[in-house]
């Protein structure tokens, strides 16, 4: 029987079936921001862990950026403190990180597929 698009892209990325009966993906591209990273930057740090993959890790700013003006710093304290959070793990783990200043920071679901990053399937 023929398979769907998820099956193919599924059975793919397909590492092993655990033994809970879940499967193991391999993931071939991250693109990650400034909210949900540092947690798993800081987990990374805490079990002395490298990220596998860092030339296939990028990082964009997406959610804190302000409308009006994108000038540092920014008065939003918090924000101010992710974006540079974002640039000291991407620096200290070797990811490439699209910064305000590249011309590339935007949208973190449309920087990939406007960078060639993502491709179908």
């Not at 800081?42 to 990220?51: C, E």
């Not at 860092?54 to 994108?70: K, L, M």
């Not at 011309?103 to 060639?116: A, C, F, L, R, Y």
Request: proline share 7%.
């Amino acid at each position: 029987m023929s398979q769907s698009l998820f099956e193919k892209v599924w059975n793919a990325h397909a590492v092993r079936q655990l033994s809970n009966g879940q499967t193991q993906l391999l993931i071939g591209t991250h693109l990650i921001h400034e909210v949900t990273s540092p947690q798993a930057f800081g987990m990374l740090r805490d079990l002395g862990l490298p990220v596998k993959y860092p030339h296939r890790t990028f990082a964009t700013v997406d959610h804190i950026v302000p409308t009006q003006s994108q000038v540092e710093p920014f008065a939003d304290p918090l924000a101010q403190e992710m974006i540079e959070a974002l640039r000291k793990n991407c620096a200290e783990f070797g990811i490439t990180f699209f910064d305000l200043s590249t011309g590339h920071q935007g949208i973190v679901h449309v920087v990939g597929p406007e960078m060639g990053i993502t491709q179908p399937g």
